[in-house]
């Protein structure tokens, strides 16, 4: 399967943002935890060069933690400030202060040798799409943030919102994703449903799913659909038309069996197991799963 994805308005989004930047001091960039590279924009290093720079592993919750904490060193080691967090129940985001100021202490101490005191950190929240970044937004400022009116040399129009005594965040829609070369990119954000799944082969995508968690996490597939270890592996044919994915056909079927997914004479209804399967994935079902290594 070959993976496209064009959001609408990357154009527009990517010249606001390189109006902006020469007003903010720092960049919080929003990432799956899943998926940590391949949910990166691969334009913000060069927009955001010179600017401070934290990372944020959101819906850590869905992500194996041993690798995500893995990821949080790989970030550190390259001299960016990372931290975990889930936005929906507001874990991490007490954290999230801290760390700004820890990303910003340099430019708080030149303010300092200046005479400028007080003034609030400028950051801005970059991310492709669904990756949690409005949830983060809302959770962070809470309901109480005030929006502070316009600031000088801003575009007419644009907010900032004043989310404690420390620290403004520049209200602009995020920065979007341009064509992508690389189709494993593709396909790890089809697995976690950043893309509309009515333009993919959904069949296609659960068995690459089940294929790559199968090797990775076996035990969560066996005991999330009840299967027998030993014939599972045995399952492999080698005389099949593609052998790399006997395996995960049989895992599906055996599946579609247990969760009642058979058409009218006897067949396996393969569009809905494979539906249920994504389902599985995408919700945590079948367990804490990451799809990349540092």
């Keep these: 399967m070959n993976y496209q994805w064009y959001p609408g308005h990357m154009t527009k989004a990517k010249r606001m943002m390189e109006e902006n930047i020469k007003l903010i001091d720092l960049v919080i960039e929003i990432v799956d935890a899943r998926i940590p590279i391949s949910s990166r924009n691969p334009d913000i290093d060069s927009l955001a060069v010179n600017k401070a720079r934290i990372i944020l592993l959101n819906k850590s919750d869905l992500a194996d933690d041993k690798i995500t904490n893995q990821w949080i060193n790989y970030f ?3 001299n960016i400030y990372c931290l975990k967090l889930n936005s929906r129940n507001n874990s991490g985001i007490k954290q999230v202060n801290g760390l700004i100021m820890t990303a910003c202490a340099d430019k708080i101490e030149r303010n ?16 492709i799409p669904n990756v949690g970044k409005s949830t983060f937004i809302n959770s962070y400022a809470g309901k109480a943030s005030a929006k502070t009116g316009n600031k000088p040399g801003v575009t007419k129009g644009k907010q900032w919102i004043k989310l404690n005594k420390n620290v403004e965040l520049l209200d602009t829609p995020g920065i979007l994703w341009p064509k992508f070369d690389n189709q494993e990119v593709g396909k790890r954000l089809a697995m976690i449903g ?5 333009i993919l082969n959904v069949e296609e995508l659960a068995i690459d799913t089940i294929k790559y968690i199968y090797s990775e996490y076996s035990d969560n597939v066996i005991e999330r659909y009840g299967l027998d270890k030993e014939k599972t592996a045995a399952s492999y044919d080698e005389n099949a038309i593609n052998p790399d994915n006997s395996v995960a056909l049989y895992i599906m079927e055996q599946a579609a069996v247990k969760r009642g997914c058979i058409k009218k004479g006897n ?28």
Excluded: C, H, W
């Design 76 to 78: 550190n080691e390259n």
């Design 112 to 127: 300092k040798q200046r005479g400028i005191l007080n003034r609030p950190i400028r950051a801005m929240v970059v991310g």
């Design 194 to 198: 950043s893309m509309n799944d009515e």
């Design 267 to 294: 067949n396996i209804d393969y569009e809905k197991i494979s539906n249920i399967i994504l389902d599985d994935f995408r919700s945590g079902r079948l367990g804490r799963i990451s799809l990349e290594t540092p």
